[in-house]
C-alpha cells in the first residue's frame, strides 16, 4: 500500500529580495497566460483544448497556444528559462478548465430555471425574494448536472449547487431593468392611503429587543424613548472608542461633532471623560417630543420614490445596504436624522413581503433578465485571477541538484537566465538538518515533484512523498468508533463491539483533555500537565475582542479619515495578524484532535471510524443561534478534521466515513438500539413515525421520556451526556458514504 505524505521545510536564503522578484514576476506572467486563454476560452473550436484532465494536458495546450511567445513587462532584468514557462501553464490550465466547467453549469440551470419558473410562478417568486427554490427542484438540477461539460461525472452538493444559484440571483438583480410590475405596485402603493398606513404601522410596531432568546416588541408609545436610548448609547459608544484612540493627539481641528465633543470636555482621564460626557448629554434625555406617524409615512414615501426612480429598483428593493448610522450632531436635529434612517431601515426591510404579495408580473421582467445574461455570461463572471506567490516544479531535479545528506545548501538554476551570461544562474538555499529531512533520503520514500511558495517574506519548500510498502495490521471488524463533533467537547467518542452490541470506551476530548493532558499510547490514558495554559477557548475569546475592536476602528478611520491610506494600511496589516494567530489556534486544535482520535482507535483495534454527515450545515444568523454559536460557525472547522482522520487513518489500515446526522442528539440511543426505524434513518423519514424514541435535551443534559423500551427492560430516569448520546447514534447507524 502507498501513501502520499506532504511536508513543509523552510528554505533560508542571502537575497530574499530577489527571490521575491522572481515570484512577482512568475504570477504576473501567469496571469498573462489567464488573459491569452481566455480569449480562446468563447470560441467553441477551441474548448476541447481544455478537455484532458491530466497533467499532460497542460503541456499540450502550452505548445497549441504558442505559449513561449509570451512575455510579461515586469521586471525586464529577469528572462525566463522555457522549463520555467511550461511550469507557470499549470495552475492558468486548470483554472481556465474550471471556469469553462462553472460556465456551462450556469448556463444549464439558467436554461432549468426559465422552465420551472414558467410552470411554477411562485418558484420565481421565492428564488428573487428569499433566493431558495424547493428541495425537490434542487435535487432534480443536481440530477441534471450529473455529468460535466467533458461528459465527466461531478456530484455536487447541495450547498455547492446553492451557490451557483445566488450567483445568478445576483446578476438577475443587477442586471433586471424592466421593472415595470414592481414599479406599478410601489406607485399604487404610494397612492393608496389604506396601505400607507398599513406599512407606517408595521414599520413603527416592527421594532424589538432580544432578552433571554425571547423577542419583545416595543410599543408605539414607547418607541420614542427606546430611540432616544439608542440614540445616546451610539453617541457612548462611540466616543468612547475615538476617546481611546486620540487620547494624546491634537483634535482641535476636527470636523466630527464626536471629536468636537471629547475636545471641549478636554480630559484625559477615561473616567472623568465618561462623568462629564454623561452631563454633557443631559439635555437629550430631555428634548422635545417627536411625532413619529408622519415623519414614518415622510420617510416611507421618500424610499418608495427612490427606489422606483433607480435603474435598476427590484435590486434596491431586494438587496438594500445597511450601513452604520452616522452621528451628525449631538443634539435635536442630530437625533432627529438618525430617528430618520432608523425608519428608513425598518421600511426597507418590509416593503418586499407587502410587494411581493401576489406579483405575478414579475415572471416575463425574469424570463427576459434570464435570457440578457445568457448571451453576456463571458462579461458578467469574475475572470479568474492568480494571486498567491507560487511556484510549481514539474521535475524534482530542478530543485534537488548536488544535494547530500549531511550538507544544509540546496542549489537550483531552473529560475531564470541573467542578462550577463558571465554571471552566476545558482541560487543557493540552505535546509537544517531535521528528522523530516532524513526523509528525504529513505528508500521508501519516492518524491514528487515539489512546490515553492513565499509567504509573509518566508520561502516554503512544499515536497509530497510517496510512501510505499505500508504495512496494514490485522483489526477486528467488530470494533466500531463513532464521533460526535461539537463545541464545547470538540469530539465525544464512543466505542462499540458490534457483536456484543456493547459499549468498550467513551472519551470526552475537550480543550482540557487536548491541552492539558499528555495522552500514554501504551495505556490510554490522560495524564494531567503541570504549569501548561490550556484554556484555548478564552485565548480565541480574546483574539476574537481584539479583531472586534479592530474591525470597529477601521470602520471609524473610513468614516473620519477616508483618504489616509497609511492608517487603512496599518489596520489592515493588524487585523490579519490577529486573523492568521487564530488560523493557527484551529490548525493546532485540528492537528491535535486528528492524533488523539487515531491513537485512541489503535489502541481499541477499531476498524471503522463513523462521523455525521455535515454536508447539511450551513452558517446560522446571530438572532436566530445566538452571538457565540453565530461566530463560531464562521470558523467551523469539523469538516478538516473529518479530511485529517481520513488522511490519517489511512496509514494505518483504518477506515472513516459518515452516516445521517439527522435527529442524532434527540433520538434516545438506548431505545434505538436494536431498532432498524430508529437506526436507519433517511432525509424521507417521517418524525412522527419516531416520537416514541425521542427524548428531551436541556443544555448538555439528554434524558429518555420513555420509562422501559418495547422489550419491557426498564430504564427509569434514564439519562446522559447529549454529546455522548449523539456519539452512541452515530456508532450504530449504519454507513451512506465511505471515505476510504
Known amino acids: 500500500m502507498s501513501q502520499i505524505i506532504t511536508r513543509k521545510f523552510g528554505l533560508k536564503t542571502d537575497d530574499i529580495k530577489k527571490v521575491q522578484k522572481i515570484f512577482l514576476k512568475f504570477r504576473d506572467f501567469e496571469n498573462l497566460i489567464i488573459t491569452r486563454l481566455l480569449s480562446y476560452a468563447d470560441d467553441p473550436n477551441y474548448i476541447d483544448q481544455f478537455k484532458r484532465k491530466a497533467k499532460i494536458g497542460y503541456k499540450i495546450a502550452y505548445d497549441f497556444f504558442n505559449i513561449n511567445h509570451l512575455a510579461p513587462q515586469t521586471y525586464l532584468g529577469l528572462i525566463f528559462k522555457e522549463r520555467m514557462k511550461r511550469a507557470a501553464m499549470y495552475y492558468p490550465y486548470f483554472a481556465i478548465r474550471n471556469y469553462l466547467i462553472r460556465k456551462n453549469n450556469l448556463t444549464r440551470i439558467l436554461a432549468l430555471l426559465k422552465v420551472m419558473f414558467r410552470n411554477y410562478p411562485s418558484e420565481c417568486v421565492n428564488f428573487i425574494k428569499n433566493g431558495t427554490i424547493t428541495r425537490q427542484h434542487l435535487i432534480g438540477i443536481k440530477h441534471e448536472l450529473s455529468h460535466n461539460l467533458y461528459s465527466e461525472r461531478q456530484s455536487l452538493s447541495i450547498e455547492y449547487l446553492s451557490n451557483h444559484l445566488n450567483q445568478l440571483r445576483k446578476l438577475m438583480l443587477k442586471n433586471m431593468v424592466s421593472n415595470l410590475e414592481i414599479n406599478d405596485v410601489l406607485n399604487e402603493t404610494l397612492k393608496n392611503p389604506s396601505r400607507m398606513k398599513h406599512i407606517t404601522s408595521e414599520s413603527l410596531n416592527g421594532f424589538s429587543i432580544q432578552r433571554k432568546r425571547h423577542e419583545i416588541k416595543i410599543k408605539e408609545d414607547e418607541l420614542l424613548t427606546y430611540l432616544r436610548k439608542l440614540f445616546i448609547t451610539s453617541i457612548k459608544r462611540k466616543s468612547t472608542r475615538l476617546f481611546k484612540i486620540y487620547m494624546d493627539r491634537d483634535i482641535s481641528k476636527a470636523k466630527s461633532p464626536l471629536l468636537q465633543m471629547i475636545n471641549s470636555i478636554g480630559i484625559d482621564n477615561l473616567d472623568d471623560f465618561k462623568r462629564e460626557r454623561d452631563v454633557y448629554l443631559s439635555s437629550l434625555e430631555n428634548s422635545a417630543d417627536i411625532n413619529l406617524y408622519p415623519l414614518c409615512k415622510e420617510v416611507t414615501e421618500d424610499v418608495i420614490k427612490s427606489i422606483t426612480s433607480t435603474e435598476c429598483p427590484l435590486h434596491k428593493l431586494i ?55 445568457k448571451g453576456r455570461f463571458s462579461d458578467l463572471l469574475n475572470i479568474p485571477r492568480i494571486k498567491t506567490l507560487t511556484i510549481n516544479l514539474p521535475f524534482r531535479e530542478q530543485l534537488w541538484k548536488n ?24 541560487f543557493k538555499f540552505s535546509i537544517s538538518n531535521t528528522p523530516r529531512k532524513k526523509a528525504l ?38 470494533i466500531e468508533m463513532g464521533i460526535d463533533l461539537g ?11 458490534k457483536q456484543r452490541g456493547d459499549e468498550i470506551a467513551r472519551y470526552f476530548l475537550g480543550q482540557k483533555a487536548i491541552f492539558g493532558y499528555k495522552f500514554n499510547q501504551d495505556r490510554c490514558k490522560f495524564i494531567p500537565l503541570r504549569g501548561v495554559n490550556w484554556n484555548i477557548k478564552r485565548k480565541l475569546m480574546h483574539l476574537r475582542s481584539e ?17 489616509d491610506g497609511k492608517r487603512q494600511f496599518h489596520i489592515d496589516k493588524t487585523l490579519t495578524c490577529l486573523w492568521d494567530k487564530i488560523n493557527r489556534i484551529h490548525l493546532e486544535i485540528r492537528n491535535q484532535l486528528t492524533h488523539r482520535i487515531l491513537q485512541i482507535a489503535q489502541f481499541h483495534g477499531v476498524s471503522l471510524v463513523k462521523f455525521e454527515d455535515l454536508s447539511w450545515s450551513k452558517h446560522s444568523r446571530k438572532s436566530v443561534s445566538g452571538k457565540w454559536i453565530a461566530y463560531h460557525q464562521i470558523h467551523w472547522f469539523h469538516s478538516k478534521i473529518i479530511q485529517h482522520v481520513v488522511q490519517v487513518a489511512k496509514r494505518v489500515g483504518i477506515k472513516v466515513g459518515v452516516v445521517n446526522a439527522r435527529w442524532s442528539s434527540q433520538i434516545c440511543s438506548h431505545c434505538a438500539k436494536g431498532n432498524d426505524l430508529a437506526l436507519n434513518i433517511t432525509m424521507q423519514s417521517n418524525k412522527g413515525h419516531l416520537r416514541d424514541y425521542f427524548g428531551s435535551r436541556i443544555g448538555k443534559q439528554f434524558r429518555c421520556k420513555l420509562l ?25 447507524r449504519p454507513l451512506i458514504r465511505s471515505s476510504i
Open 319 to 373: 438587496a438594500p445596504k445597511f450601513k452604520p448610522i452616522p452621528i451628525e450632531s449631538i443634539n435635536d436635529s442630530g437625533f432627529l436624522e438618525y430617528i430618520k434612517i432608523k425608519i428608513r431601515y425598518k421600511v426597507m426591510s418590509i416593503l418586499p413581503d407587502i410587494v411581493f404579495q401576489g406579483t405575478s408580473g414579475i415572471i416575463t421582467p425574469v424570463l427576459d433578465t434570464l435570457d440578457l445574461i
Open 708 to 732: 422501559q423500551n418495547k422489550d419491557g427492560t426498564s430504564h427509569l430516569k434514564f439519562g446522559l451526556d447529549a454529546d455522548l448520546n449523539a456519539a452512541r447514534n452515530v456508532c450504530m
Open 487 to 497: 463545541l464545547k467537547h470538540f469530539a465525544v467518542i464512543s466505542i462499540r463491539d
Open 547 to 563: 479583531v472586534r475592536d479592530v474591525q470597529t476602528k477601521n470602520a471609524l478611520y473610513e468614516t473620519n479619515f477616508p483618504n
Open 403 to 426: 544535494v547530500l545528506e549531511d550538507s544544509e545548501d540546496l542549489s537550483q538554476s531552473f529560475i531564470f537566465t541573467p542578462l550577463k551570461k558571465s554571471a552566476s544562474t545558482y
Open 441 to 478: 533520503f529513505r528508500d521508501d520514500m519516492f518524491l514528487s515533484p515539489p512546490i515553492l511558495k513565499l509567504q509573509h517574506r518566508k520561502l516554503i519548500l512544499i515536497q509530497p512523498f510517496e510512501q510505499k510498502g505500508i504495512e496494514i495490521p490485522d483489526l477486528n471488524n467488530d
